[in-house]
């Protein structure tokens, strides 16, 4: 791992509750309710975990990922803590409304979970276009975030000409159609050649068509240059040294954007570093909620 600190940052910021208040509703299984937050124009899936009582830490997931991306990093991050996870729109088992999206419709989605959960000063934990959507979130709802992770983003992710080709071609012919050029930049060589690599690949072929076209969309207008530099909280970048999606360099450009942001590389890790190496990404994340003094509250 390559660690770089630049100089310090901080900042606080506030904002309003939405007017309309949230329904719940839970659907029992025999391991762990099932929730839902009914928002409306969307139902979100999420599950919480950990001490019910402790400081939060919200996860946001990747374009063509459900909430166990997590999975394997939870059970090795530092006991006292609050785990959010929660499916973004048209993802998991959220529901699916008709696309195309816009990135502030996914950041509202966000903000609004978080109102309704009743949490301030959360540690966000993004992840592609989750980590666009914190991005959002702490440009408008600092009260709400506390520190951010942006793992495997960046400000601007790809061209318009890109997203519109993928868009056209998952319309057009489906998730399969790109699934192994899509397995190729989310991981590593090595990874690939595992049996729990084709677990991932069905979880992103099964997603629902629209919800991932609406997705992409909301990436292909999507440009967090200008609030990210104004953003003064502590931050840390996450980046895999084979991510064909997010390489490095556009990460690190990304954080250093926010003075004071850490940046850390994960070796022998593509796009989801959380699910290629999940010990060094939960030693990196426990690393960095120690040093904000999150797991004291």
């Not at 099932?34 to 979100?44: C, H, N, R, S, Y």
């Not at 509202?108 to 966000?124: K, N, P, Q, S, Y």
């Not at 979880?203 to 207008?221: D, K, S, T």
């Not at 954080?255 to 989801?272: C, K, Q």
């Amino acid at each position: 791992m390559t660690l770089r600190t630049t100089s310090d940052g901080a900042g606080q910021g506030a904002g309003n509750k939405p007017e309309n208040p949230l329904r719940e509703t839970e659907i029992k299984r025999k391991d762990k309710p099932m929730l839902i937050a009914d928002l409306g124009e969307v139902k979100l899936h999420y599950r919480i975990d950990g001490d019910p009582d402790g400081a939060p830490v919200v996860f946001s997931n990747s374009l063509g990922t459900d909430l166990r991306l997590w999975d394997q990093v939870l059970p090795l991050l530092p006991a006292g803590l609050k785990f959010i996870r929660y499916d973004k729109r048209g993802h998991g088992l959220s529901s699916c409304p008709p696309g195309p999206y816009k990135m502030g419709g996914l950041v509202t989605d966000a903000e609004r979970l978080i109102d309704h959960l009743g949490l301030r000063d959360v540690l966000f934990v993004g992840l592609s276009i989750g980590g666009m959507i914190g991005q959002g979130l702490a440009a408008k709802r600092l009260d709400l975030v506390r520190a951010l992770v942006l793992s495997n983003t960046a400000a601007k992710i790809g061209t318009r000409e890109m997203w519109q080709s993928r868009i056209d071609g998952v319309r057009n012919e489906g998730i399969e159609a790109l699934a192994d050029g899509t397995m190729e930049r989310w991981f590593s060589a090595e990874f690939r050649e595992t049996a729990p690599f084709h677990a991932w690949r069905n979880m992103l072929v099964r997603q629902p068509v629209e919800g991932y076209a609406g997705c992409c969309a909301a990436i292909q207008g999507a440009d967090f240059l200008t609030p990210t530099s104004g953003l003064r909280l502590p931050a840390l970048g996450i980046a895999g040294s084979e991510d064909g999606a997010t390489p490095p360099d556009l990460v690190r450009e990304t954080v250093d954007l926010i003075p004071g942001a850490e940046f850390a590389l994960i070796r022998r890790a593509g796009h989801l570093p959380c699910v290629e190496q999940p010990e060094e990404y939960a030693r990196i994340l426990s690393e960095f909620i120690a040093a904000v003094g999150h797991a004291n509250g």
